[in-house]
C-alpha cells in the first residue's frame, strides 16, 4: 500500500489549502483514513481521522471548525480542507490508512495506523 500526500504549500495567515493524499494497492474503501502533523522540533500529533465509508470524523480540539477531512473512495483519495490557517498550524502534514475502518477514541494514536506516506509541508506565514 502507497500513499502520497500533496498540495501543502505556503499560504497566509487567514488563508486555506487544500491537501490530498492518493492511496494506492490494497483497499481504500475499507480503510479509516487519518491526517498527523509534525512541526519542527515537535512531535507528531493528531489532526483529523475518518471512517472508511465517510460517515464518521474526528478531529482534534485546535482544529476543529477549521478544518474538513473528506474522501472520494472512486478515486482513492482522501482530502484536508484548511480554512482559517494560523502561523501554529505550520507543519509537515501525514496521511495514514488504518486497515480497521471504523473510528474510535484510539484513532488519534499513530500506532493504530499501518501505513503511512510521506509529509507535505505546510506554511503558514503571519
Known amino acids: 500500500v502507497q500513499l502520497q500526500a500533496s498540495g501543502g504549500g505556503l499560504v497566509q495567515a487567514g488563508g486555506s489549502l487544500r491537501v490530498s493524499c492518493a492511496v494506492s494497492g490494497g483497499t481504500f474503501n475499507s480503510y479509516a483514513m487519518g491526517w498527523f502533523r509534525q512541526a519542527p522540533g515537535k512531535e507528531r500529533e493528531f489532526v483529523a481521522v475518518?471512517?472508511?465509508?465517510?460517515?464518521?470524523?474526528i478531529y482534534a480540539d485546535s482544529v476543529k471548525g477549521r478544518f474538513t477531512i473528506s474522501r472520494d473512495n472512486a478515486k482513492n483519495t482522501v482530502y484536508l480542507q484548511m480554512n482559517s490557517l494560523k502561523p501554529e498550524d505550520t507543519a509537515d502534514y501525514y496521511c495514514?490508512?488504518?486497515?480497521?475502518?471504523?473510528?474510535?477514541?484510539?484513532?488519534?494514536?499513530?500506532?493504530?495506523?499501518?501505513?503511512w506516506g510521506q509529509g507535505t509541508q505546510v506554511t503558514v506565514s503571519s
Open positions: 495514514a490508512a488504518d486497515r480497521y475502518g471504523v473510528i474510535g477514541a484510539s484513532s488519534s494514536s499513530s500506532w493504530e495506523y499501518e501505513y
Open positions: 475518518i471512517s472508511w465509508n465517510g460517515g464518521s470524523t
